[in-house]
């Protein structure tokens, strides 16, 4: 259904792409519809739907899809990232990790059988999440000894700030206009 973000007091607001499907296949765009990771080239490959495999990540409260006359919560099924495979281990780019983005670096090492994390990019949703989460995210990012964090937007300036604490030079606020080389 249609994607929409709710607060408490406030208006449904529709948030979902604002072209149709139809109009966009008449301009020529083709859709590959699936749940499934999918290769785009020798290391180069799709997350496909995220599973939920951490026990403190959920998806935010705030989304909701259109079912009929009612609202049902978004359980983001379609969230997915990209991951690309290189002589120092993945790396892995993701919109705003609504599944958690700690689930989706699981679901790249499950994907590829590669443990390395080498690069990290984009957003990590952890922006008005409790401390306790932030907390938790941390750690999982330090077992799991990812090299470089170029993290932005919905991870928020808070958790930006403990993560850059944290991980000294290996993390970056990754914004528009930065040059990032991978391995």
């Not at 785009?40 to 959920?58: H, W």
């Not at 937007?153 to 808070?158: E, N, R, V």
Request: with cysteine; charged share 20%; hydrophobic share 40%.
């Amino acid at each position: 259904g249609d994607k929409y973000a709710h607060r408490e007091g406030e208006e449904y607001r529709y948030i979902g792409i604002p072209f149709r499907r139809q109009y966009l296949e008449s301009l020529g765009a083709i859709f590959n519809l699936t749940t499934k990771a999918v290769k785009i080239a020798d290391d180069i490959l799709t997350t496909g739907e995220v599973l939920m495999q951490t026990d403190f990540e959920t998806t935010a409260s705030m989304f909701y899809v259109r079912e009929g006359d009612g609202w049902q919560p978004d359980m983001v099924l379609d969230d997915l990232a990209l991951i690309v495979k290189t002589g120092l281990g993945l790396v892995v780019i993701v919109g705003c990790a609504h599944r958690g983005i700690i689930n989706t670096l699981y679901q790249a090492q499950q994907l590829t059988g590669v443990r390395e994390i080498h690069t990290v990019l984009g957003g990590a949703h952890l922006v008005g999440e409790s401390e306790e989460r932030v907390w938790r995210t941390i750690a999982a990012l330090k077992e799991l000894d990812v090299k470089r964090l170029g993290l932005c937007h919905c991870t928020g300036l808070p958790a930006a700030s403990l993560l850059a604490q944290e991980f000294g030079e290996r993390f970056f606020f990754n914004v528009t206009g930065s040059v990032i080389e991978v391995p």
